[in-house]
């Protein structure tokens, strides 16, 4: 790890996240949202990885220190999580990396995986003048609602076509939804399941695959941040 946490405003009170900064010390920045098992270290490593691809990348704790390795468990915390204050945490992580000299140019993206993927994107929709982008990687929670009219920058979507959690009509219309609305949504979908770039998980991570769509999430966020 070469991150550290981190305590952050939010909503008039704080939040705590997980920070990694660029090698070169400077980037735009990049919220990168947990999966349903909370902030374990897979996303830790996900976060300097993409630190060490030039951004300044927060993951926020939006279980508040809670974790667990067992699928029931975060089935619970995934239902159980408050969504408006997930939104506010968000937000609060967006404004904490614009707030910071290292991040440039002052753009924020916001990035996840699973549970984290519909936030990331709900994010987005609900924060249009602090995220400018947003990437969803095979995004469920079945209390996220998506308003894609309010999106004030691009998505790129990645999904399983082989997911038993997402189904791909329901991301081929979530997709169609966005550009219905008018935005920018560049979606792939991959012959893999769900989870499919979670390294920690080699029952379920297709190592192409993954490859492949972190290469075009940095070109993504690369364009759409400059």
Request: hydrophobic share 45%; aromatic share 8%; net charge negative.
């Amino acid at each position: 790890m070469t991150g550290q946490m981190i305590e952050f405003r939010a909503n008039g009170g704080t939040a705590q996240g997980y920070l990694s900064k660029p090698a070169s010390g400077r980037g735009p920045g990049l919220i990168v949202v947990q999966e349903w098992w909370g902030l374990v270290d897979h996303i830790e490593q996900v976060t300097d990885r993409f630190a060490s691809a030039g951004f300044v990348a927060l993951a926020p704790d939006l279980y508040r220190g809670k974790t667990t390795t067992k699928p029931d468990d975060a089935g619970r915390l995934m239902m159980a999580l408050d969504i408006a204050q997930a939104a506010k945490d968000m937000r609060g992580a967006a404004e904490h990396l614009l707030s910071l000299p290292e991040v440039e140019p002052k753009k924020v993206a916001a990035l996840g995986f699973c549970m984290g993927g519909q936030l990331a994107l709900f994010a987005a929709c609900e924060h249009p003048d602090k995220i400018s982008a947003a990437v969803d990687f095979y995004g469920i929670h079945p209390n996220v609602t998506i308003d894609p009219s309010k999106l004030s920058g691009p998505v790129l979507a990645h999904f399983g076509k082989k997911d038993s959690f997402v189904a791909e009509s329901d991301a081929r219309a979530l997709v169609e939804r966005i550009l219905a609305a008018g935005k920018t949504c560049d979606a792939h979908f991959y012959e893999a399941g769900h989870a499919f770039f979670n390294d920690a998980r080699p029952e379920a991570c297709s190592v192409p695959d993954a490859k492949l769509a972190f290469d075009r999430t940095l070109a993504f966020l690369r364009s759409a941040l400059a």
